[in-house]
Structure formats: structure tokens, C-alpha cells
């Protein structure tokens, strides 16, 4: 079924499906869907491109109400601030993980620092077959600077901090510990389909801001396949802690 508004739209506002999906950062075949193919995209792709287009969104996708409801069902809970997200909960996504844990943040000391069992149970979960994938910033990089002079506080001193928690982790089979030189906007951490999303604020510390719980729905979830998408842009980007390189600077001893 095609969706004839959509078509017109944008014949009407002189955009063709690649121009289309260029403004809003989507594949111009996903923007091909939802004219030949009537699909909804995700609610806020939707009312970006409906403000593009110079028209309401639900006059191009009737059923968008419906589809933002089912992303609502996605999340489980807000916390206005990560330091209000219980210790147990963090403990028992990581015992509940049956297929994968992956992290991707800067420095998550944190997780190490309030969860003293966590490192090990996140060996124990390794040994049971679990894929465990940890990518923290580069402490030498522009980009945990930055960070730190946006967020007011060390951030490249608390990513080698970090590292001197996980450093029993490196060398266990299934365990990958990496470095990434991105621009964080969340840090995602991930169990199985379940994940939790540290928001980034400037000027505000990691353990100031929102925290996002999301589960991954079987009728569907764009809001978490959102997130699924940028891990993984981020661990391509990503390459393997060399110890050696840090030695000195954590304090640690290449065994």
C-alpha cells in the first residue's frame, strides 16, 4: 500500500527520497519505505520530517499515535539522575545476561567502584558462554578532554582509573576490552534486551544525569534498535586495549 500523501508531499516540497533521507540521517531506501510501502517511522524521525515538509506529522502517518505509544512501551523506567538507579538493579541485569553484556562509555568507574563483586561476575558470566564486549574512551584522545573540560571534572584520570578495575578482565576468552575515540552522546550499556542509557548533559556530571531503562519489545522497537545501532557504530570504531601502552599511568605491572 503506498502512502499517497507522503508521495505527493514531497513532490510538492521538491523533495526526491535520497534528498529526503540525506536531511534526516536515514537510508533513502528506509525513506522508499514509508512511501511505497506505508510504513511509520520512529516518532521523532517523523515529526522532523513532517517539519521539513512543512505539513502536520499524523497528516502523512494517521496511525503515529499508536506508533509512539508502542515506543513508550519500550521504556521501563526514567531516572532523573544515574546515582538514584539502585546497586541491585545494575547487579541483576549483569546476573540475568544469558547472551551478552556491551558497554560503551567513557569511563564507567562507577560501575566498578559501587559494584565491587561486578568485575568478577562479569568473568563468571564470560565463563558461562556470555559475549562480553567493554569499549571505554581513550584517555589520550581529544575527545576525553574535551569531555572532561565540558563536564568539569577529569574524565581522562578516571578513564585510566577505570582501566586499573577492568585490567582482570583483558586476555579472559570471551571477554573484549576496547578504546574509542568517538563522541560519546549516551553511554549505552547493554544486557541481552535490556539496556541502560547514561545521557550526556554539558556541564553536568555522568552521575548527575537522566538514566534511561529500555526493553526490546518483540512487536518491535525503534527506540532500542536506536541505540542498539549507534554501539555498534561505535565498537567498529573502536580497537583493543593494549596494556603496555598504559603501563605506569595506572599503576599497573604488564604480567
Not at 531506501?29 to 524521525?45: A, I, M
Not at 589520550?140 to 568539569?152: I, T, Y
Request: net charge negative; hydrophobic share 35%.
Amino acid at each position: 500500500m503506498t502512502n499517497e500523501r507522503l508521495r505527493s508531499t514531497m513532490r510538492t516540497s521538491g523533495y526526491t527520497e535520497e534528498l529526503l533521507g540525506e536531511e534526516l540521517g536515514v537510508d533513502p531506501k528506509t525513506v522508499q519505505r514509508w512511501v511505497t510501502k506505508d510504513r511509520t517511522p520512529h516518532p521523532n524521525t517523523a515529526h522532523r520530517a513532517a517539519c521539513l515538509l512543512s505539513v502536520p506529522a499524523n497528516y502523512l502517518w494517521p496511525n503515529l499515535d499508536s506508533k509512539a505509544s508502542d515506543s513508550a512501551n519500550e521504556i521501563i523506567n526514567l531516572y532523573v539522575h544515574r546515582a538514584q538507579v539502585p546497586p541491585n538493579v545494575w547487579m541483576d541485569l549483569v546476573r540475568n545476561a544469558k547472551a551478552q553484556i556491551s558497554f560503551v562509555t567513557y569511563a564507567s568507574l562507577f560501575f566498578g567502584e559501587d559494584n565491587p563483586e561486578a568485575i568478577g561476575l562479569i568473568r563468571d558470566k564470560a565463563a558461562s558462554g556470555v559475549e562480553i564486549r567493554i569499549g571505554l574512551g581513550d584517555p589520550d584522545s581529544p575527545e576525553a578532554e574535551l569531555r572532561g573540560q565540558e563536564e568539569q571534572i577529569p574524565v581522562p584520570e578516571r578513564i585510566r582509573m577505570a582501566l586499573a578495575y577492568y585490567r582482570p578482565l583483558i586476555g579472559v576468552p570471551g571477554i573484549s576490552l576496547h578504546l574509542h575515540r568517538t563522541t560519546l552522546y549516551n553511554s549505552i550499556y547493554r544486557f541481552d534486551d535490556q539496556m541502560m542509557i547514561n545521557q550526556h548533559i554539558y556541564g553536568t556530571y555522568g552521575f548527575m544525569a537522566p538514566i534511561l531503562h529500555l526493553r526490546k519489545l518483540s512487536t518491535g522497537s525503534e527506540l532500542f534498535a536506536m541505540y542498539e545501532r549507534s554501539f555498534e557504530l561505535v565498537w567498529a570504531k573502536s580497537y583493543p586495549y593494549a596494556l603496555t601502552r598504559y603501563q605506569g599511568e595506572t599503576g599497573l605491572a604488564v604480567s
